[in-house]
């Protein structure tokens, strides 16, 4: 088996209106190692979004993408994806419910099972307390963790985050970062973030990358920062410097 949980080989998607063409993401060639944090970082509008929805499945695209050798087209559950937007979670189910329905679905039958699986889950987002909470009961930071703790349960090989903290208040967002950074290095799932936030990246990433307007590739570097990161970790600076002039080049 590949060391690669996920190959992408000349993806390029383009949206097409009745009289015009944009061409979004061009000729994107990537490999992501098992267990790497991928941070994808780059302008608003140069496509991270779009280069997410692709290998979720949700998106047409030229190109291939690999997950595990396995060619990807559709929507699967190896490749959970959690969003930006606090209402992902279904309103008229508990948190604990909200966890176990994507169970069901991947074919988990015993009820005791994949009740064992979501607690565990929710143990790790530091929610155990709150399973029988609807949604409008939570803050935007527990919403984000039930999402989390949704992820994780499914075990998937790949989880795809789109922003997933943007939307916090700094405090709430500094506490998910911690929490998504002992997560990651328990887990066995590839993650790909995308975070418009340096230092959320330069925090939790393994590897950067920075895609341009156009939607090509101009930065992809190792995060070889010990971790935990903080400014005043060797090397912060450097680096940090190096993605903003890529982010800003490429504006
Ligand atoms: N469904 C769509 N139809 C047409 N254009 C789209 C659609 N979705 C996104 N776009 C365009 O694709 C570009 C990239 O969008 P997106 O991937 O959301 O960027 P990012 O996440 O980097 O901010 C933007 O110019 C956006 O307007
Ligand atoms: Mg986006």
Not at 27 to 43: A, Q
Not at 184 to 208: C, D, K, M, P, Y
Not at 223 to 239: I, Q
């Amino acid at each position: 088996m590949s060391e690669y949980s996920l190959r992408i080989e000349s993806l390029s998607k383009a949206y097409f209106n009745d009289t015009e063409s944009s061409i979004i993401l061009k000729n994107i060639n990537l490999s992501v190692r098992k267990n790497e944090f991928l941070c994808i970082l780059g302008p608003s509008g140069c496509g991270k979004t779009t280069l997410l929805r692709c290998i979720a499945g949700f998106e047409e695209h030229t190109g291939q993408i690999y997950v595990n050798d396995s060619l990807c087209t559709v929507p699967g559950m190896d490749r959970i994806m959690v969003f930006q937007d606090f209402n992902q979670l279904f309103p008229w189910k508990t948190v604990l419910q909200n966890i176990l329905f994507p169970l069901k679905r991947k074919g988990i039958n015993s009820t005791a099972e994949r009740k064992e699986i979501a607690r565990e889950a929710l143990s790790k987002v530091k929610l155990s307390d709150y399973e029988s909470y609807y949604p409008h009961q939570l803050s935007g930071g527990m919403k984000q963790r039930v999402a989390i703790a949704k992820a994780l349960a499914l075990k998937p090989d790949i989880i795809l985050m789109d922003e997933p903290f943007a939307a916090l208040d700094a405090m709430t967002r500094r506490e998910l970062q911690n929490e998504m950074l002992t997560i990651s290095q328990e887990e066995s799932s590839t993650i790909i973030f995308v975070t418009h936030n340096i230092q959320e990246a330069l925090i939790l990433g393994t590897r950067n990358i920075v895609l341009q307007k156009g939607g090509e590739i101009i930065l992809d570097e190792e995060n070889s920062l010990t971790k935990p990161v903080t400014p005043n970790s060797e090397g912060y600076g450097a680096a940090w410097q190096r993605l903003r002039d890529a982010i800003y080049l490429s504006c």
